[in-house]
């Protein structure tokens, strides 16, 4: 599993969920790390095209996502981080206040 650092994994019932699941390995973004936004903005879009679609089998959403993955890679787009560092500061700690750890 890919986490967020938001320290969740270290409340009790989840680290018992944990320890019951040996399957399940622990992955932790970098503190304040925006790549997680990126994934969460690439699921946006291909959601949003999607949305557009009505399929009738398993394979015609396939064949979507396929032309989807296609379309993009003919002309890709970087994500661009556009947030600024105060803001990003601001939030974080509005965040810590509302939600002392």
Request: aromatic share 14%; proline share 4%.
């Amino acid at each position: 599993m890919i986490v967020d650092n938001y320290a969740m994994h270290k409340q009790p019932k989840v680290k018992a969920w944990l320890e019951k699941h040996k399957r399940f390995h622990m992955y932790f973004t970098p503190t304040y790390s925006s790549w997680m936004n990126m994934v969460e903005r690439f699921f946006r879009d291909i959601t949003v095209y999607l949305r557009d679609g009505s399929f009738s089998s398993v394979r015609e959403l396939e064949a979507s996502i396929i032309t989807f993955l296609a379309l993009r890679n003919v002309q890709p787009t970087r994500y661009v981080w556009n947030a600024k560092r105060d803001d990003i500061l601001n939030k974080i700690q509005r965040a810590r206040a509302r939600f002392p750890v």
